[in-house]
């Protein structure tokens, strides 16, 4: 029996063998450029549409994110726009729903297992990856086939909105405007500023919109802890409302251009805050003076008790210790609309005090909208793309779902709607689709006076357009510049998956702790094995390689 | 005397006895091929540079060792294969001791009830998901509102940040004592359902010679149960290279000021697919972790067969 076991193992291992060694005759390709599903052909009609448009069949599948609640009426709000579509371009919509955080997961499987996929959403991904591993297809040629005036034009005069890969093709489009133009703040709310005697105009106060810098956010983080120790339940009120992965100061108080598409910074270019300037240099962002300067204050904010002791860890949403008022103050984007949004939601005045200047910069945007590359109806899908940029019912019906039913209108000519029935608000998609930002409604709370509203409406319009035009003008001056990662893609990878994952989180928020004989080890120490880590892990290279590139690249435009 | 052939062995050994031996072995072999072998096929992938649009994936361009070369950048791989094999041999070896003084002990006990209660006790730790273990090791350990800092911060003391960098060498024993709370009513099962199997004439004949309890735990207990504790062993060094994620990602919180104590290869080829959806990196990183580990068992093979063959895995 023992030699019948061991017979079956013998030829199983056989078995195991010539799988893995099947792959070993085929060609070595270095270039990577493997090979592209190649188009059938681009007739046209007289319409200007591809007649291998009108050959794709079915409905165009698309992934619909969300963060974990599905809207229990998802289903109503597909079904009504599968209608509508179908109605204007003769095919419908289907949606697969998928969780935000699942997503890297998730799109690999599916591409991998050949799900029927046309539109994916990689939200708050690099997409370069996708890019270079064809996981998505460049679609600079779909526009020029498929008559979508709208992508066409937008693309033009909206930068920030591209996806582009090394080879300078589009490969996706992006959805929300890049906030990077506003910077960060830190908003908190008025009533504990008023109360810690800091709001206003007069002398060592603050008022909304004021930029403010480390000194002023020791100032406040004071106060606020003089004046509200606790909330009205006996927790402790954390003014510094640092939380490792979502509020990160070190991102608002150092600007820089990532001149990438790197999650985390790596090989930047600063700027100065107050200025606005970029310096042309690229830099190892964790070994300049001003990380460094930033890990001593946030060490000693951490020392202080301004910040949670269980930043580096917590999972709980930052907006979870706002609702609970053991936050007054979080770190959110400079962006009037997000303000917004918070005090419709918590009924509470919020005050915004950048860390930094607005300033803009080109990278990949936080959510694009890409076509798998193996996608059987990308000529659909970008008609579909080009319906939803323009038509408002289409937009605000996969933003807020069926009107009537989650929503109606306050005031139709300025856009605001506000619930249909008590508690039925909720953005049905999480990261939005693109679009003409202009024909997406606004939420409003039900009880507010509309006249207050709209013009409240009009401030947040003309906040922003006053916060968009510095923006233009701090621009980087690597804006257009793609980091072609081939040869440190590995070192990269290594660096993140192996040091940042191990420091990034503990220096964010200063987590330090205090030993036994009452001393104090803030995250100083951390940081020297942090960069001698990175020193180990060759980050060096990267930066070289990095400032080699930008400068042949500037010669280019130069030239 | 010539051995044999292959053929004459065959025939010798009367193969229509075996045939039905085989039949019913079919379906779960049928399984195991193609669930567990088949898809080995999928190991190219850490050879490979993905390229989505072909029409097979795995028809790929090869390059090699290439996608490896991270895993040699830094010495961290160094320290995940430390920290999994050291888990992995505190695991196996107290996963034996504790679970059989139990059982053993366990005999001891005459009240049914009281049986019945401690069994209860044992077992239930492992009905828990790692999720709720999570939140129970939270509340002890929390920075704010932990029981041990609570309790630190009322006597004067100051807290302690138990998933810092200082705390890191506290976690080797409380992952080991989660681990073995967890997991000891389950293995507790399999010993005492071999200790209560020894036929009590043994025991009796023992105490008629004198022998006293752990004369008889040592003398008749240990050696009847060896089988059973040798396959458990066998079992755990098959396991040695995997780990568990629920007490190694959702415990220690993934905090990276422990990766030095916590992070395990498992861990870290989790982390870089569900951070980076990098499929390459990830393979790469698994692969090494399946040889290193193949060539573990094959060891702790060879070194069992020199103990005691008869139990030897192959």
């Avoid at chain 1, 070595?28 to 007739?43: F, H, I």
């Avoid at chain 1, 619909?64 to 579509?85: C, M, P, R, W």
């Avoid at chain 1, 200025?275 to 204050?297: A, L, M, Q, R």
């Avoid at chain 2, 059982?103 to 209660?117: D, E, P, Q, V, Y």
Wanted: hydrophobic share 45%; aromatic share 14%.
């Amino acid at each position: 029996m023992k030699n019948h076991i061991q017979l079956v193992f013998a030829l199983m291992l056989a078995v195991i063998a010539t799988f893995a060694l099947a792959g070993c005759n085929e060609i070595t390709d270095t270039t990577g450029t493997g090979s592209q599903t190649t188009e059938t052909g681009t007739d046209t009609t007289s319409g200007g549409i591809p007649t291998t448009a009108i050959d794709e069949e079915g409905d165009v599948v698309m992934a619909f994110l969300h963060a974990g609640n599905i809207q229990t009426s998802t289903d109503k709000v597909e079904a009504a726009v599968s209608a509508y579509v179908r109605s204007k371009l003769g095919f419908g919509i289907e949606f697969k729903l998928l969780n935000v955080f699942d997503q890297t997961t998730v799109y690999t499987n599916w591409l991998v297992a050949g799900e029927e996929i046309d539109l994916i959403n990689v939200a708050f991904s690099d997409p370069s990856l996708y890019i270079n591993e064809k996981r998505v297809r460049e679609i600079s040629s779909l526009i020029t086939e498929t008559n979508t005036p709208n992508l066409f034009a937008e693309l033009e005069n909206h930068g920030e909105s591209k996806v582009l890969g090394v080879d300078g093709k589009l490969y996706g489009i992006g959805t929300w405007e890049s906030y990077a133009y506003t910077g960060y703040s830190y908003t908190i709310r008025k009533d504990v500023l008023e109360a810690a005697g800091l709001y206003g105009d007069g002398e060592g106060q603050y008022s909304h919109l004021e930029q403010i810098t480390y000194s002023d956010l020791d100032r406040i983080f004071t106060a606020v802890r003089n004046v509200m120790p606790t909330t009205g339940d006996g927790l402790t009120v954390y003014p510094c409302s640092a939380i490792a992965g979502t509020q990160n100061y070190a991102s608002g108080l150092i600007p820089f251009d990532p001149m990438g598409n790197n999650l985390l910074p790596l090989a930047v270019m600063l700027m100065d805050p107050v200025t606005g300037e970029f310096t042309e240099e690229v830099v190892n962002y964790y070994e300049t003076d001003e990380y460094k300067e930033y890990v001593e204050w946030i060490g000693n904010a951490f020392e202080n008790g301004y910040i949670h002791p269980d930043a580096a860890i917590t999972t709980d949403w930052f907006s979870d210790f706002f609702a609970t008022e053991q936050f007054v103050g979080v770190l959110l984007q400079t962006e009037p609309g997000i303000r917004y949004e918070w005090e419709t939601a918590t009924g509470l005045d919020l005050i915004q005090l950048p860390l930094s200047t607005s300033y803009t910069y080109f990278t990949a945007p936080a959510i694009s909208l890409m076509i798998p590359s193996k996608s059987e109806r990308p000529y659909r899908t970008m008609q579909f793309l080009d319906l939803l940029y323009s038509d408002e019912y289409l937009i605000n019906l996969l933003q807020y779902g069926v009107e009537g039913e989650e929503w109606e209108f306050a005031d139709q000519e300025h856009g605001l709607i506000w619930e249909a029935s008590e508690g039925s608000h909720a953005n049905y998609v999480i990261g939005g689709f693109w679009g003409d930002k202009s024909i997406i409604y606004q939420f409003v709370n039900a009880d507010d006076d509309i006249e207050a509203i709209i013009a409240e409406v009009e401030l947040i319009n003309s906040e922003r357009d006053l916060l968009q035009a510095t923006a233009i003008i701090n621009r980087s001056p690597a804006s257009g510049f793609i980091y072609d990662t081939t040869s440190q893609g590995t070192r990269i990878r290594n660096i993140e998956a192996n040091v940042l994952s191990k420091y990034f989180n503990t220096l964010s928020v200063g987590v330090g702790s205090k030993g036994t004989d009452g001393t104090f080890t803030g995250p100083g120490s951390t940081y020297a094995k942090f960069i001698e880590a990175l020193t180990k892990a060759k980050m060096y290279l990267v930066v070289e390689d990095k400032q080699a590139q930008y400068d042949a690249w500037k010669s280019e435009q130069e030239g | 005397m010539n051995k044999p052939s292959f053929i004459q062995r065959i025939k010798k050994s009367n193969i229509k006895n075996f045939i039905l031996v085989w039949l019913m072995m079919l379906p779960g072999l049928t399984y195991l091929f193609f669930n567990n072998f088949l898809p080995m096929y999928g190991i190219t992938i850490a050879f490979k540079r993905l390229d989505f649009s072909l029409e097979n994936v795995l028809a790929s361009p090869y390059i090699g060792f290439e996608n490896f070369e991270f895993l040699f950048e830094s010495d961290a791989i160094l320290i995940y294969i430390r920290n999994t094999v050291l888990y992995n041999a505190a695991f196996i070896i107290l996963n034996i001791i504790v679970p059989v003084t139990l059982a053993i002990l366990f005999t001891s006990i005459r009240g049914k009830r009281l049986k019945g209660l401690y069994q209860t006790m044992i077992l239930l730790p492992f009905l828990m998901s790692w999720v709720v273990v999570t939140y129970m090791a939270f509340a002890l350990f929390s920075g704010e509102n932990g029981l041990f800092n609570s309790w630190i911060v009322a006597n004067g003391g100051s807290r302690i940040n138990f998933y810092g960098e200082r705390a890191k060498a506290f976690w080797p024993f409380i992952l080991v004592f989660f681990n073995m709370w967890k997991g000891t009513g389950f293995t507790f099962l399999f010993y005492y359902a071999s200790v209560i199997a020894i036929s009590p004439n043994l025991y009796e004949a023992a105490k008629l010679d004198g022998a006293s309890y752990w004369q008889q735990v040592k003398y008749i207990t240990l050696p009847s149960i060896k089988p059973i504790i040798i396959t458990m062993f066998i079992l755990g060094i098959a396991n040695i290279f995997r780990t568990d994620y629920g007490l190694f990602y959702l415990v220690t919180k993934n905090s990276g000021q422990l990766y030095d104590v916590t992070q395990t290869i498992d861990m870290f080829v989790f982390n870089a697919l569900k951070g980076q959806g990098d499929l390459v990196q990830s393979s790469a990183a698994s692969v090494m972790q399946s040889l290193v580990g193949f060539v573990l068992v094959v060891s702790a093979n060879l070194v069992l067969r020199k103990v005691d063959s008869d139990n030897a895995l192959f």
